[in-house]
């Protein structure tokens, strides 16, 4: 994040599936994705299994992140909990608990980005009573006042009204440019009288708008426009949750107690932060050294890639192994023949003395 542009706080939530599970402390009924994928109708494969959606023993899971209108994102704060047993806690009393956290440590100084999962008048009225800055995707079927007063959905409010300005604006799922336009109207929330603003980014043929209700003043198009950005960098997120899920293994851990489990998910997410600092400009010397060294590769799709966290964890990973965390650091000698960097021993042996820590816990555990 650049000194002085607006930090951008990412909020999201997802589960952690363990369908295998029904002893383990603390499980609730979480709803699958991984089921969701699977229904999916596909190409030449017919009958796919249909019904309602498909609910399996897991945790809740809330992730916060902190990023730019550019650069890596940094993990800010990460949550879960289950609605069952005696550990159980409500989805709105753990979302109200990190909100509080969340304005008291930077008040009016980020905009916090939600998905339509947060939209509605109970977690709007939070963010207008902690006065926060925010944007949220509103659902089009939503009400909200227009101008006159009229109690009309969202999609309605804007129908029939020319786009402010068009533009080209890149897509980071697809990896592609398509044209978008922007307009915004002035509105209110039936249940509040504070002036909102809703934003409407119309992406083109094939593509559903983007319904963004905010508390920003909108003046100009380029207001308008910071507004659709903001809420695009939410793919950082979406990013976040893959890789904590398949690389990180954040499904896997078979832990019987609750406690047991939480203390080992949030080493996980502190090994997860840790590699998530080396995608900062300051550490562009150190990872290239790493990943040079320990995990090289001569592709053009692994050499051009902006945040190479898969061979980060590979490199740091052969590098450990190579080289155990209790070894004394400044002996070490790099696979290749360029020197290292002289400052790198001390983050790399907290990083190695962590995931030494989580092994030790998951094997005792196991043991047990």
């Known amino acids: 994040m650049q000194a002085g542009e607006d930090g951008l706080i990412l909020w999201d939530e997802s589960v952690i599936e363990k369908s295998e599970s029904i002893a383990l402390e603390g499980l ?6 991984k ?24 945790m809740h899971w809330l992730a916060v992140l902190l990023v730019g ?11 879960w909990w289950t609605t069952r047993g005696p ?8 979302e109200e608990h990190l909100l509080r956290k969340c304005a008291v440590a930077w008040g009016r100084h980020v905009l916090h980005t939600f998905d339509r999962g947060f939209a509605g008048s109970p977690w709007l009225g939070l963010c207008l009573a902690h006065l926060l800055r925010f944007v949220m995707r509103w659902p089009k079927n939503y009400m909200l006042r227009d101008g006159s007063g009229n109690k009309r959905k969202a999609w309605q409010i804007t129908r029939g009204k020319r786009s402010w300005a068009q533009r080209q604006v890149w897509d980071a799922r697809r990896h592609q440019w398509y044209q978008a336009g922007v307009l915004a109207v002035a509105v209110r929330h039936p249940d509040y009288e504070y002036p909102l603003w809703l934003v409407v980014s119309r992406p083109g043929k094939g593509r559903l708008p983007w319904y963004l209700l905010t508390a920003e003043p909108i003046e100009t198009e380029e207001d308008a426009w910071r507004v659709v950005f903001a809420y695009a960098r939410r793919w950082q997120i979406e990013m976040t949750w893959r890789y904590c899920k398949s690389e990180l293994a954040f499904e896997s851990p078979r832990l019987r107690r609750w406690d047991d489990r939480l203390k080992l998910l949030l080493m996980a997410s502190l090994a997860s932060a840790f590699l998530l600092t080396f995608l900062t400009e300051e550490q562009a010397g150190r990872r290239a050294w790493l990943l040079r060294s320990w995990c090289h590769r001569t592709g053009k799709r692994y050499r051009e890639v902006t945040a190479p966290l898969y061979r980060l964890r590979w490199a ?3 590098l450990w192994q190579a080289y155990p965390p209790f070894a004394s650091p400044p002996s070490l000698a790099p696979a290749s023949t360029d020197p290292p960097p002289t400052n790198w021993p001390e983050k790399l042996c907290l990083f190695l003395l962590l995931l030494n820590l989580v092994l030790l816990v ?4 196991f043991r047990s």
């Open 35 to 58: 089921a969701s994928r699977l229904k999916r109708l596909k190409p030449g494969y017919y009958n796919p299994p249909g019904g309602r959606p498909i609910f399996v023993p897991g």
């Open 362 to 365: 998951v094997f005792l555990n």
């Open 28 to 33: 609730c009924a979480v709803r699958s994705s």
């Open 69 to 79: 209108r550019q650069g890596s994102p940094l993990l800010a704060a990460m949550r």
């Open 316 to 318: 740091l990973s052969r």
């Open 87 to 94: 550990f159980a806690r409500t989805r709105r009393e753990e």
